[in-house]
């Protein structure tokens, strides 16, 4: 992982999730194409599955990351301390936000069938 | 348009004509105000906000305005010869296809609206790269006002957002003119990927006004509350957040085509969980209000004025993303009355009250009082008395885009209401603008810093001079002017960062990204005619495409050509350009002799925007792959010749292996026989353009015929142009060191190019030649 206080840790979160997001809506409709379940078996589908295991994984992946930039230790001095603050720290925001947007649209796959 | 609605069954318009002026309606706002107004704006504001002399690109500004000017006069003379588009603002195929469009309507669009968006682009390149790399000494990340922050984001969402639209109207138009098949459903293509291109395109285009305007109320605030906004990093983050999950919105403007529930779902949570960073500014802003004085000059009334509507409208939209009230309510009044809630809330309001703001600072005058007043309550009452009301017509039934209806349906009264509503409105603006017009001669002479402001801007002279500062402030704090109330005085006696002029160069300071720490001086290019006249060599070719004159089109475009890379030549560490050289004992170097000038940032960013138009034709690819109801693959033959195709890419490989070798080697100080290096190159450039062309040639590719191989052809086409340009350019390097005026980062811009034709044309190939084998035939 690059380090904490690089500034592209203020893009990473939300690309994270932009681009689970498009895997996922991708992901689905190359599924449907390809090899759609029966509608009657609602929301328990191989397809929903695969969906909800990328969620959670993504998911995780985003809370371990807002952990590791808020815990991250402050180095440097001078004016590079408050500046490498200021990343750490949004971009700990930015993840935390990207973990819940995930989950949020993610568990929908719990509910509703996938190709109907 | 109101007054044709006002009351059922008139025909103060034809159905014609109110098609066309609905549509032009639509453009106008969001193509030819609402995006030109914010850019320019900002390119007034952020040089001065981040203590810089001026943009880093001043000629790339220069030439997307006049993209702007002429792409505006093309596209709004078609109004005026009654022959204006007529499919709506968003042209949905097929009915702005050749056969259900069979005039010039829908060229107009696409070609002025193209045309137009090069301006967009080429602001926002500016804007980053500006924002990025020309902070004033020591303006850290954590220092940069927040409208800066608002900008930064826009910028990179237009470098991102725009393009999928450019590439979706090329498509249509090459349909319209060539006959190539890519959204016709009989030879292989499909509507509806028109409608993700342009909704890819107009949903994160919606915070692409919203948030230079959310950035100009989060510039006002503080100061008419005379304290810091409540928030800073809060509001960081949710602007980040926004500019993301915008971009993951647009398919809930097609929650009607059919798709799966699933699919619609996602959408729908993502529609919501936008208004969560919305919400966080919202309670920034409330919580600054709370805790300030506020002092209510009529710039405060406006910003009032939208945090009313905007959250009014905010809520609508909520509604608008649960899927059944959307399909209820989907193309009646109720969208265009939340729509409006939206832009003219979330957008005008702030833009207005921008213009109050920082009049003083471009005339000298403070505005009036009484006029202004007016102005803001007949406009208030006036857009409430029209779109509230229009919520009702819409779910009362009423379809959007129909020029007339029957009495008796229960829409006479309130499309009365709101016709009514539109011309009080009118006069409230009329009122405003007589305003803003009439202070700059009648307004009081304004004092230094009337508002008590605490950013950069307001310690040039009103109105400032051409260059913004005699010296350069150091920008280590938030608020400067709050902090230090001398800093003013001190920056126009020439006590701060490169007061010396006598080098007769126009200079400004390159800084780090994140800590603001001085690398650089950076030589700012002088003014030129160029950008102007390839300008209007490109207005040339817009005019005589919609006149079908390919011949002239053509030559227009090669002209066109010439001017840009005649534009590059004279650049950099060009004599014409930097005739003094010399800099002071301990001041940092001139960018032109690093290898981190702002061209390099410049090409990174153009490339990001090239990028993502080439991700949307690899999309487009693939979507119609999976999805068109009638793709079909012709022939048994690969589409595309295997062997030249890959020996093609070996040699770009080892020419932009050996590209960046040469670049390493001279950031190691080895600067022997660069010179027969880049010639070597160039030959293997040629040969990698000679081996693609031979496997084009072998292809047997008929564009006509269906959409397969019609994006082929798109993507060949873009493949090649990338290669002989990767020639061009490396030519033109080589020239230069044989000529002593290269300077070093300039091969870091042409590596750039190097790697990203490498990238494009591996990917080109592997979708060309891999997704049939993975997939199948179809």
Redesign the interface.
């Known amino acids: 992982m690059i380090s904490p206080f690089h500034p592209l840790q203020l893009a990473l979160g939300p690309a994270i999730w932009l681009a689970w997001f498009s895997a996922m809506y991708g992901g689905l409709s190359l599924a449907c194409v390809a090899a759609p379940p029966a509608p009657e078996q609602g929301a328990y589908t191989w397809i929903n599955g695969v969906l909800l295991a990328a969620t959670l994984v993504t998911t995780g992946l985003l809370v371990y990351w807002t952990r590791n930039c808020w815990r991250a230790p402050l180095t440097g001095d001078g004016i590079e301390r408050p500046a490498r603050a200021m990343i750490s720290r949004v971009a700990a925001g930015l993840y935390l936000v990207s973990a819940v947007a995930t989950l949020s649209v993610g568990l929908t796959v719990l509910v509703l069938p996938p190709c109907v | 348009m109101l007054s044709q609605l006002a009351f059922p069954g008139q025909n103060i318009l034809t159905p014609e004509i109110y098609n066309q002026v609905f549509t032009m309606h639509g453009t106008i706002m969001m193509f030819l105000f609402a995006v030109p107004i914010l850019e320019g704006v900002a390119l007034y504001l952020i040089p001065k906000m981040i203590g810089a002399r001026d943009l880093v690109f001043p000629r790339l500004s220069a030439f997307g305005y006049f993209c702007y000017l002429f792409g505006g006069i093309i596209l709004v003379s078609s109004l005026v010869f009654g022959i204006a588009p007529n499919s709506g603002w968003f042209m949905y195929t097929p009915l702005s296809s050749s056969v259900y469009s069979p005039g010039i309507n829908s060229d107009f669009w696409l070609l002025g609206i193209t045309f137009v968006e090069i301006s967009a682009v080429s602001a926002a390149v500016e804007l980053v790269v500006s924002i990025m790399r020309t902070r004033t000494a020591?303006m850290?990340?954590?220092h940069m006002p927040l409208f800066c922050w608002y900008i930064l984001v826009t910028s990179l969402m237009i470098i991102f957002g725009f393009p999928p639209l450019i590439l979706a109207s090329i498509l249509l138009e090459v349909e319209r003119a060539a006959g190539l098949p890519f959204f016709e459903v009989a030879r292989g293509g499909d509507p509806i990927l028109w409608q993700h291109l342009f909704w890819l395109f107009g949903h994160p285009e919606v915070y692409i006004i919203f948030l230079p305007a959310a950035g100009i109320v989060s510039t006002l605030l503080p100061v008419f509350s005379q304290r810091p906004i409540v928030g800073y990093?809060?509001l960081?983050?949710a602007v980040?957040?926004t500019?993301?999950?915008s971009?993951?919105l647009w398919?809930h403007h097609m929650f009607t085509v059919g798709?799966?529930?699933?699919?619609e779902?996602?959408?729908s949570?993502?529609s919501m969980?936008v208004a969560?960073?919305t919400g966080i500014q919202i309670f920034a802003w409330l919580a600054t209000l709370w805790t300030g004085r506020p002092v209510f000059h009529i710039p405060m009334l406006w910003i009032l004025g939208f945090l009313v509507i905007f959250v009014a409208g905010g809520l609508t939209g909520v509604m608008l993303a649960l899927v059944p009230f959307d399909w209820q309510v989907h193309d009646t009044h109720f969208v265009v009355a939340h729509m409006h809630y939206v832009l003219v809330g979330g957008m005008l309001f702030p833009l207005i009250a921008g213009f109050y703001y920082w009049l003083p600072h471009l005339s000298g005058r403070m505005p009036a009082g009484a006029l202004g007043r007016w102005g803001f309550w007949l406009t208030f009452i006036g857009f409430n008395l029209t779109f509230l009301i229009m919520h009702l017509t819409g779910l009362l039934g009423m379809t959007r885009r129909v020029y007339t209806y029957e009495t008796g349906l229960g829409w006479d009264l309130p499309n009365l209401v709101s016709s009514v509503g539109a011309f009080i409105m009118a006069m409230g603006l009329v009122a405003t603008l007589l305003d803003l017009f009439l202070h700059f001669r009648f307004g009081v002479r304004a004092k230094s810093n009337p508002w008590n402001a605490d950013t950069l801007e307001w310690a040039t002279d009103s109105p400032p001079t051409s260059y913004n500062f005699l010296s350069l402030p150091d920008g280590?704090a938030r608020h400067p002017l709050w902090d230090r109330s001398d800093l003013p005085a001190s920056m126009a006696q020439g006590q701060q960062w490169l007061p010396r002029a006598d080098h007769g160069r126009r200079e400004t300071l390159g800084s780090d990204?994140?800590?603001?720490?001085v690398r650089e001086i950076i030589h700012l290019p002088g003014n030129s005619w160029l950008p102007f006249i390839t300008a209007l060599v490109l207005a040339v070719v817009c005019v005589s495409l919609l006149g079908k004159n390919h011949v002239v089109a053509f030559v227009a475009t090669l002209i066109g050509l010439v001017l840009l890379l005649r534009w590059s030549w004279e650049n950099g560490a060009h004599p014409r350009i930097e005739p003094n050289t010399s800099t002071l004992p301990g001041d940092p170097p001139l960018h032109s002799r690093t290898f981190d000038g702002p061209g390099v940032w410049g090409m990174a960013v153009a490339l990001l925007a090239n990028g993502a138009l080439y991700l949307s034709l690899l999309f487009g690819w693939l979507y119609l792959w999976?999805?068109a109801p009638q793709w079909r693959v012709p022939g048994d033959m690969p589409p595309l010749a295997a062997t030249p195709s890959l020996l093609s890419g070996v040699v770009l490989l080892v020419a932009t292996v050996w590209f960046y070798g040469v670049l390493r080697r001279l950031r190691a100080g080895a600067v022997a026989r660069i010179q027969m290096q880049l010639w070597t190159i160039a030959v293997l450039g040629l040969l990698h353009v000679l081996l693609l062309a031979w496997a084009w040639w072998r292809s047997n590719l008929v564009p006509g015929d269906s959409a397969h191989d019609a994006v082929i052809t798109v993507m060949l086409i873009y493949i090649s142009l990338h290669s002989g340009f990767a020639l061009i350019m490396t030519i033109m390097q080589a020239l230069r060191v044989r000529l002593n005026f290269a300077g070093p980062y300039e091969l870091v811009v042409v590596t750039q190019w190097w790697v990203y034709t490498l990238v494009v044309y591996w990917l080109g190939v592997i979708a060309i030649l891999g997704v049939p084998l993975a997939w199948g035939s179809g």
Do not use: E, K
């Not at chain 2, 798709?259 to 699919?263: E, G, K, S």
């Not at chain 2, 990204?513 to 720490?517: F, N, Q, Y």
């Open positions: 020591n850290a990340l954590q990093r809060w960081v983050l980040i957040t500019g993301f999950i971009f993951g398919v798709i799966p529930h699933l699919a779902a996602f959408f949570v993502a969980l969560i960073p280590d990204p994140v800590t603001g720490r999976a999805v």
